[in-house]
DNA sequence: TCGATTGTCTAGCGGTGCTAGGATCGAATC
DNA sequence: GATTCGATCCTAGCACCGCTAGACAATCGA
């Protein structure tokens, strides 16, 4: 093991540090908290090491973006393999959308309301986003219906999934009613 | 006309002045733009004037997301007045509401992304609010279908326009189909 | 005409993202 | 083992942010 490897991985380790500290200063205390001088004494080095890894806070912020939606893909799809039918899978998955979104408000905001710099629904997409949506469209082309496009009818149904999630949180949509907006939507979007 | 008329009448101006100016430059170079320095410039006075109107630049945001949400009322009452039937009404209402939406996308983060320390969904909501989701409710309610409380199918039915406006303004969808999406999901969601 | 009040401005506070340039440290060479 | 030299990191500072205290000028009422 050489030096120069013992470095990499130290500066990898770095780097996932400052990713794990952004996220977790960001669902504590949101991402205006988030503070390049903050983020640097958490991590216990000073502000100019965070632009030798990243090109300034936008990137960080695209980088627990990725993060989310690895995990996204991965919460989207064990609801949707457990669960029995079509029916089931719709409801399962947009039950699982909607509480990653209440759950990690942060990372939620990092994918999609915070610019990340990331490309997104375009050849350059990162992978973790395209395969984020892949795991959306195996559960949801089923249901598309005929002669619908499985990927138009999957970002309709991902824009209605989102459009709830932020409007809900935002407190524009009265809370507790989440369970009863989900059913009707799934229950007139999805064909069965 | 007493003098304490003319000055009040003139700090009245003043203030949709601010407003208006903020709503422009917001629209022109987007929110990050609109520093109280750089609008204090352009209204031609200080920047503390900006303070013995408004509390801060919140209230600011706050300001023309009321100013935004009339238009919008009234654009979509003008809109499903002039349709016939509830299914020409509903499709008129989504393509208006995505239409201010690309066209004023400033006013429309400052309705729904920003915050612009305004109550939503709430007693206590600014009457412009209220009446701008009572313009979707009256359009909506009638195609809600039996046993679905219209108050919640209009919910849902803006909260998925929420969704399909806001992602394909970040870029989040790809744009052109958005005619298409709107056909699926008016198709689907009402009940015609 | 004079004091009080109102209105506005200048200047400045503590914060932000970001960076230039010097100090330091460790690895490789002699 | 001493010395060079490059990589690494930090201090200090830039221009900007939202916001406000306090000085100043204009206007009003007596």
Redesign the pocket.
């Known amino acids: 093991m050489?030096?120069?490897e013992?470095?990499q991985r130290?500066?990898a380790d770095?780097e996932r540090l400052i990713v794990a500290t952004a996220r977790e200063l960001a669902e504590q205390q949101g991402w205006d908290?988030?503070?390049?001088?903050?983020?640097?004494e958490r991590i216990?080095?000073?502000?100019?090491?965070?632009?030798?890894h990243?090109?300034?806070?936008?990137e960080?912020i695209g980088a627990v973006a990725l993060e989310g939606a690895a995990e996204m893909a991965a919460a989207l799809r064990a609801a949707t393999s457990a669960a029995d039918g079509p029916r089931a899978r719709v409801t399962a998955l947009a039950r699982t959308y909607l509480d990653f979104a209440e759950r990690n408000p942060a990372v939620y905001d990092a994918m999609f309301q915070l610019d990340g710099g990331l490309a997104f629904a375009r050849e350059e997409t990162p992978e973790p986003l395209k395969d984020a949506f892949a795991a959306l469209l195996e559960s949801l082309g089923e249901v598309a219906g005929d002669g619908v496009h499985p990927a138009l009818f999957t970002e309709v149904f991902w824009a209605s999934l989102h459009g709830l999630a932020t409007l809900t949180r935002a407190g524009r949509l009265p809370p507790g009613d989440t369970e009863q907006r989900v059913e009707l939507f799934v229950e007139r979007l999805a064909v069965l």
């Open positions: 050489s030096v120069q013992r470095k130290e500066r770095r908290a988030v503070t390049t001088r903050r983020l640097a216990e080095y000073s502000q100019p090491v965070l632009y030798s990243f090109r300034g806070k936008r960080i």
